[in-house]
C-alpha cells in the first residue's frame, strides 16, 4: 500500500531526491568538461612542429614545447634551426643529449627571457660570446661536450645561479677570470 503513494498515474515511480541530484552533478560536470577542453584545451600548443623549419638532419623532431618550455632533448640533433630563436618568450631551452658541434649559434642572444639553458651531453668544442647579454639566465648547464675555451661574457651573467662545467677540457684561467666576475654565491660545478 506505501508503494502506491509513489506510483503515478502513467504506471512510473517517481525518483528519490538523491538520485535528482546524482543526476544533476554528472550532467553539470560533463558540461564543465566540454566547456573547459573548448575554451581552455585547445589554448596550450604542446607540441613544438619544425615542419616548416626543417634541415635535413632534423625531420620529424618531436618536440614538447609551449610559449616558455622548448624541449629538443634526445632528438639526435646535429643543428639548430634558426626559429628557435625567433621564440623570445623562451624561459626554458633544452638541447641536451644531442650530436651539436661547434657551438651554440650566436643567435642565442635573441632569448633575452631565458632563465635555463641545458646543452648537456654534446659535442661542442665552444660557447660563444653571445652568450653573456642573457641576463636573466640562473642556470647553465654545458656538462659533457668537448669545450676547450670559455668566452669573458660569461662573467656578465650576474642571475647565475648555476654553471655545470663538467667534463669538459676548459682552460682553467678562462674560469678563474669568469669566477671572478661572477658574484659568490654561483655553484659553479667543476667535477671531471
Known amino acids: 500500500m506505501m508503494e502506491d503513494n509513489y506510483i503515478k498515474k502513467d504506471g512510473y515511480k517517481k525518483r528519490p531526491l538523491w538520485q535528482w541530484i546524482l543526476l544533476y552533478v554528472v550532467a553539470a560536470g560533463a558540461a564543465y568538461g566540454l566547456i573547459y577542453y573548448f575554451f581552455f584545451g585547445k589554448n596550450n600548443d604542446y ?18 614545447s609551449n610559449d616558455y618550455f622548448l624541449n629538443l632533448s ?30 651554440i649559434p650566436a643567435e642565442i642572444r635573441k632569448l633575452k627571457n631565458l632563465i635555463i639553458l641545458n646543452a648537456s651531453y654534446n659535442q661542442m668544442t665552444g660557447v660563444p660570446a653571445e652568450i653573456g647579454q642573457l641576463l636573466n639566465l640562473q642556470v647553465l648547464d654545458l656538462s659533457y661536450n668537448q669545450i676547450t675555451g670559455l668566452p669573458n661574457e660569461l662573467g656578465n651573467l650576474k642571475n647565475l645561479k648555476t654553471l655545470n662545467l663538467s667534463g669538459n677540457a676548459y682552460s682553467q684561467q678562462d674560469l678563474n677570470g669568469i669566477r671572478s666576475k661572477l658574484p659568490t654565491t654561483v655553484n659553479i660545478i667543476i667535477s671531471q
Open 74 to 103: 634526445n632528438n639526435g640533433l646535429t643543428s639548430l634551426s634558426q626559429s628557435i630563436f625567433d621564440q623570445t618568450n623562451l624561459q626554458e631551452l633544452d638541447i641536451s643529449n644531442n650530436s651539436l658541434t661547434g657551438a
Open 47 to 64: 607540441v613544438y612542429n619544425q615542419s616548416q623549419n626543417q634541415t635535413n638532419n632534423q625531420q620529424n623532431t618531436g618536440a614538447i
